[in-house]
Nanobody, 119 residues
């Protein structure tokens, strides 16, 4: 299984970036997909999640600015990030989660893509 995240980079405050996560080795429609981020010196936090039927959830700090979406046919998940702020600077990770039972959990992570927002 591979989750290949891309689209990070350096952007000025107020700018936009679109992250992509291309999945292989799994049937994407079976998984809850999420984007996490980890800033220097901080714990990893969930930014946005999208269920198999495209219900979404966002952490408060990105609501109204970030949009998560999925294209199951292309096995890809996206994170559109608008109105970026310096505090959004972090390594962004893609996650795929499928819980069948309490003992059968499929949990995969991508390698991360760095987003740097300059002030």
């Amino acid at each position: 299984v591979q989750l290949q995240a891309s689209g990070g980079g350096l952007v000025q405050a107020g700018g936009s970036l679109r992250l992509s996560c291309a999945a292989s080795g799994i049937i994407l429609s079976n998984y809850v997909m999420a984007w996490y981020r980890q800033a220097p010196g901080k714990e990893r936090e969930a930014v946005a999640t999208i269920t198999s039927n495209s219900n979404t959830n966002y952490t408060d700090s990105v609501k109204g600015r970030f949009t998560i979406s999925r294209d199951n046919a292309k096995s890809t998940v996206f994170l559109q990030m608008n109105s970026l702020k310096p505090e959004d600077t972090a390594v962004y990770y893609c996650n795929a989660l499928r819980v069948l039972t309490a003992r059968t959990i499929f949990d995969f992570w991508g390698q991360g893509t760095l987003v740097t927002v300059s002030s």
